[in-house]
């Protein structure tokens, strides 16, 4: 039997890729799927997830254990001519957004009792483009594939 957590992030996934962008509307979320990251505007809007950080057992039974993931999920996005504060204006408007459609999702995927999204960093990316690191908490089941 696959993870919750794997379940976890499909949920997310699905909820990104489905966000109508608060600016430039015609160009959504997608995931990155291959090996190859692109820049600039070709770039813009690609979101991945990184392995996971943490993980910490929290409650055992003869059959499933509770377990708390860490870990975060990268989007990517062009900041070519813009203005410094449309940068701004850029990062807070979709870090928002993303962090909210994690936060007031009211249910996943069989398996995963809890998914939060608990913040984000901004980081320079190769070229001029700002990638949000945004730091994920999943709580869920697990058992032992029998």
């Not at 690609?46 to 708390?68: I, K, N, Y």
Request: proline fraction near 3%; include cysteine.
């Amino acid at each position: 039997m696959a993870s919750a957590l794997k379940s976890a992030r499909d949920d997310i996934a699905t909820l990104w890729a489905a966000t109508t962008p608060p600016t430039a509307t015609g160009r959504g979320y997608y995931k990155l799927t291959g090996r190859t990251m692109l820049d600039g505007a070709s770039g813009h809007r690609v979101f991945w997830f990184e392995p996971v950080g943490e993980v910490e057992a929290l409650d055992f039974t003869p059959s499933m254990a509770v377990v708390r993931y860490r870990f975060s999920a990268r989007v990517r996005l062009a900041t070519s001519g813009l203005g410094v504060d449309a940068i701004f204006d850029a990062v807070a408007d979709e870090g928002v957004l993303l962090m909210n459609r994690v936060n007031f999702k009211d249910s996943w995927s069989a398996g995963v009792r809890y998914c939060q999204a608990t913040g984000w960093e901004r980081e320079l990316a190769d070229s001029e483009d700002i990638e949000l690191a945004i730091a994920l908490v999943v709580i869920a089941e697990e058992t032992d594939g029998a």
